[in-house]
């Protein structure tokens, strides 16, 4: 496959030299890529985190944010009655999130309303339901499940299930920037000059070709935390009880790596940098509401190519 690849890119640069500089960007992906998996050994063996409890903890709703960084959002939330404190998540990426949080659970006193697609990769009978927002609320142009719609649907689940505890999954402040103006400035499009599905989206063009202005990059990912947040206060406000905001991973902004000191980005799937692992505990309100656990609903399956093309669509190479 690499041979392959290595052709293609041979011709193209044949066919117009100037594509010596995109080709460029898999040389060193290629050198950077090896350096990160002796990076993620070394995480590996000698994280010492100790993964909090997010499931069997105290919560009436549990709000899920993406990819989030808790200095991002102490710095825009608007709360009078929140404490902060934190916990480290059991993986660097959702779906090792969900794999350990969920997986051969029954959680049947709780709802998932979600723009994640991963959850669809984990057995169907673990929640009472699942409100799937990837295949009925996704978004074409953006390219992405806004989190408007995470709450409009929300609210419709509470309505529909009055009894149960609820986890509620935004896709932000995960990428696309949907919040920001320097949304057209951040390029990720060195995929589709080289017509390949590593590099869609921008954390990997800052670490693999550093083109986009960081600073740029770090405002528009702040944007989304910026965006997201006052949903959250509306979810947390629309109920009664307790709501917990949580992420199921941080994002990494340029830490060096130890023991290579290249600069990583983005969130690594079985990379377990401490930076990538803290992620905020949020309480909110206090009490318990009354609910009851009962066998799941049936609801048709989202079919797998629907899955695999949001999983693209939000950078994650299948």
Known sequence: MRDHHSLSSLKKIIR?????????????????????????????????????????????????LDAARPEYLKENM??????????????????????????????????YVTGNPYISRLQEDIFH?????????????????KPSKVV??????????PNKRF????????????????????????????????????????????????????????????LVLPLCKKVAEDESGQTVITADHANLIGERGFPIPIKHYGHPADFPHPSLLRVPWITIGSGNRKTTADKPVDREDVSENTVSERLSALGYKE
């Open 152 to 161: 409009e649907y929300t609210k419709k689940a509470r309505d529909q299930y």
């Open 129 to 145: 339901d699942i409100i799937n927002l990837y295949e009925s609320a996704w978004d074409d142009d953006q390219q992405t499940v």
């Open 16 to 64: 117009d030299p100037s594509k010596l500089r995109e080709v460029g960007y898999y040389l060193k992906k290629d050198i950077y890529d090896v350096f990160t998996n002796i990076n993620r050994l070394w995480y590996k063996k000698f994280n010492q985190s100790e993964p909090g409890e997010f499931i069997t903890d105290e919560w009436d709703t549990l709000v899920i």
């Open 167 to 226: 986890i509620v999954h935004f896709m932000q402040p995960h990428f696309p920037f949907i919040a920001s103006e320097y949304q057209e400035k951040i390029s990720g499009r060195i995929a589709n000059e080289l017509g390949d599905g590593t590099g869609v989206h921008p954390w990997n063009s800052q670490m693999y070709r550093c083109e986009d202005n960081h600073e740029d990059l770090i405002q528009a990912y702040k944007d989304n935390h910026k």
């Open 78 to 111: 608007t709360f009078s009655n929140e404490n902060w404190s934190y916990k480290y998540s059991p993986a660097s990426y959702s779906y090792g999130f969900m794999e350990s949080e969920f997986k051969d659970q029954e959680l049947h006193d709780i709802v």
